[in-house]
């Protein structure tokens, strides 16, 4: 069997499995088009070896991509080459062979606390559009939500009356609960009063919705990025930025790491306790920061 069918068998295998078109695009990218198409060739799949691979990580080592790039192309290579032994179209794992690959570990940058108020400050006026900038900012800041997240909320996710969100779970992780400030309550009641009823019911339930009546896409997210973070000068400026504020601060306010993994929506532990060095980080450097729920209550929203 060539290389490019059992290809096909492991992406049909994601789809089943409900992965996201995102990350199959990855896929597609990094292991057919990079790995397949431009390296290996459709090969027959018994004559893959490790060399091949060890010939494919020296060439990528060899562009003018960092070494984190390096890392992520493998991890996609490595999937598919497991499914290959797990299915039996090769007879070893070749990818255990492959020692772990050290990369540059930077340290995690948040927005700081002139940089959030500048954000909400550079949002004029009380349009439709502008309250749903607040509210979505207050949301990405207030709970570390990502992005395909909040384009999912409905209105029977926040319950007023006792400051919390039902967060729906993305990229295979459970849905949480989140605690929100009354700022952030405020920003989404405002939003709500102007909000754009949409024409179909499809979308009636959807809290964010764009002029169409059509739920609001990672792209629309993107663009508040770039028109109110970006353009005012904050060039580390992104949607996910404001996770790893949120999850960073939330280091800062408490030492249980269980709590602030059920925040964050972690599978894993070592994931949180990698904030609370990022945390440390600030607190060594003297970087004074106010608890989210006190910087959100000092923005007028």
């Not at 309550?185 to 339930?205: G, L």
């Not at 109110?228 to 408490?254: A, D, P, Q, Y």
Request: aromatic share 10%.
């Amino acid at each position: 069997m060539k290389i490019s069918e059992t290809y096909d068998l492991f992406i049909f295998e994601k789809e089943v499995s409900g992965i996201y078109k995102s990350t199959i695009k990855t896929y597609n990218n990094i292991v057919k088009h990079i790995f397949i198409d431009n390296f290996i060739g459709d090969i027959d799949v018994q004559e893959l070896e490790l060399k091949d691979l060890q010939k494919f990580i020296i060439s990528l080592r060899n562009k003018d991509i960092s070494v984190n790039t390096v890392k992520t192309y493998w991890r996609h290579v490595k999937a598919f080459i497991k499914y290959l032994y797990r299915n039996e179209f090769i007879e070893h794992d070749l990818s255990v062979k492959i020692p772990p690959m050290k990369g540059y570990k930077p340290i995690k940058d948040i927005y700081l606390d002139d940089e959030i108020q500048l954000i909400f400050s550079s949002i004029q006026g009380n349009s439709v559009t502008a309250l749903q900038k607040r509210a979505i900012f207050c949301l990405l800041l207030d709970t570390g939500m990502r992005q395909a997240e909040i384009t999912r909320i409905e209105f029977e996710d926040i319950n007023i009356r006792h400051k919390y969100i039902n967060i729906r779970g993305s990229k295979g992780h459970e849905d949480r609960r989140v605690p929100i400030s009354i700022a952030t309550i405020k920003a989404v009641n405002k939003y709500m009063q102007k909000r754009i009823i949409p024409f179909n019911d499809e979308n009636q339930n959807l809290m964010f919705v764009n002029r169409d009546g059509k739920g609001v896409t990672n792209r629309t997210i993107r663009s508040y990025i770039d028109t109110n973070v970006k353009n005012n000068g904050i060039t580390k400026g992104n949607t996910h930025l404001f996770r790893h504020t949120f999850i960073t601060r939330k280091c800062m306010e408490t030492n249980d790491a269980f709590y602030v993994q059920q925040l964050a929506g972690h599978k894993d532990l070592s994931t949180t306790k990698m904030y609370y060095q990022y945390a440390n980080s600030y607190t060594i450097a003297k970087v004074k920061l106010m608890p989210i729920e006190q910087l959100l209550a000092s923005i007028s929203m």
